[in-house]
């Protein structure tokens, strides 16, 4: 019989050197696959210091596994990217109860996004989970009550439609559900319009009407898409808001950036979208 790799003795030597905080970021970064640096302090640490010595620390005892993408000479040197290593995965593991083994960690699957096409959207996507983390660390009266990564929304709603994510957001009394779209330029406009159908038929099919919110990456691109929105026949059944991002906007998306599809007015936050839409019905979930 072979010898485990990680025995109890080990693992349990190994959760006295890994405080609360660091067993929440390694299961953040499983759950979605790759966070960078700035991402990880934005959610979990004070400065970028703290943050840049506690993941040496773990890169070193095994715990992550780092990488950085390669730029184009004129955009310098990107951020260090991280994804769970096998410590990691044996740490889940033990506290999901399961055994390794059956885990189904393996080391090449994990650093295949390093060569993803789909790693700039990853990143993206997860930049904006990040964001609003660290929102609601500094806004007492403010947190993420769920946040559902692109694989988990696909075993939920995968039949029906693959949002980017999906989150549920309170600030002071106001909650808002929203599927992410989240996009990054590349695709056509048409064809990120008609991801509107398969949202209305999974309203058709559950009853519940949750909102989706596009984020986009400039003005223009915002101006063209509404403009198909407003055109598109599932424009009447669900609701929809746009934003993007601005270079100085210290509150990123939990802040005044949001405009419904059908408003002209100044834009609200993200938690006030719960009250341009009242009497929406949230998703059932809890985690």
Request: glycine residues 8%.
């Amino acid at each position: 019989m072979a010898t485990p790799r990680f025995t109890p003795r080990m693992l349990g030597e190994l959760a006295i050197r890994l405080t609360e905080r660091d067993r929440h970021l390694i299961r953040r970064i499983g759950e979605y696959r790759v966070l960078t640096s700035p991402q990880v302090t934005e959610m979990f640490f004070g400065t970028d210091d703290a943050a840049r010595r506690r993941l040496l620390t773990l890169t070193r005892m095994g715990v992550l596994e780092r990488f950085r993408p390669n730029l184009p000479p004129a955009m310098g040197t990107a951020p260090y990217h991280y994804v769970i290593g096998e410590t990691a995965a044996a740490v889940l593991a033990s506290e999901d109860g399961v055994d390794l083994a059956d885990y189904g960690y393996r080391r090449d699957r994990v650093l295949s996004i390093a060569f993803s096409q789909k790693l700039a959207h990853t990143v993206g996507t997860n930049g904006f989970a990040a964001s609003l983390y660290g929102s609601a660390r500094r806004d007492p009266d403010a947190e993420v009550l769920t946040w559902w990564p692109e694989a988990r929304c696909a075993a939920e709603w995968g039949h029906t439609v693959r949002p980017d994510a999906y989150c549920r957001w309170r600030q002071g009394d106001n909650i808002m559900d929203f599927f992410l779209e989240y996009d990054t330029g590349t695709e056509p406009l048409d064809r990120v319009v008609r991801k509107l159908d398969r949202y209305a038929a999974l309203t058709e099919a559950t009853r519940i009407v949750t909102p989706v919110l596009f984020w986009v990456q400039g003005e223009r691109r915002e101006i063209n898409l509404r403009k198909k929105l407003k055109h598109h026949p599932a424009h009447m059944f669900v609701p929809i808001a746009t934003a993007y991002p601005a270079v100085l906007d210290s509150e990123g998306p939990a802040g005044r950036r949001w405009a419904p599809s059908d408003y002209e007015g100044p834009p609200v936050r993200l938690a006030e979208l719960a009250t341009y839409w009242p009497g929406l019905g949230p998703q059932p979930t809890t985690g």
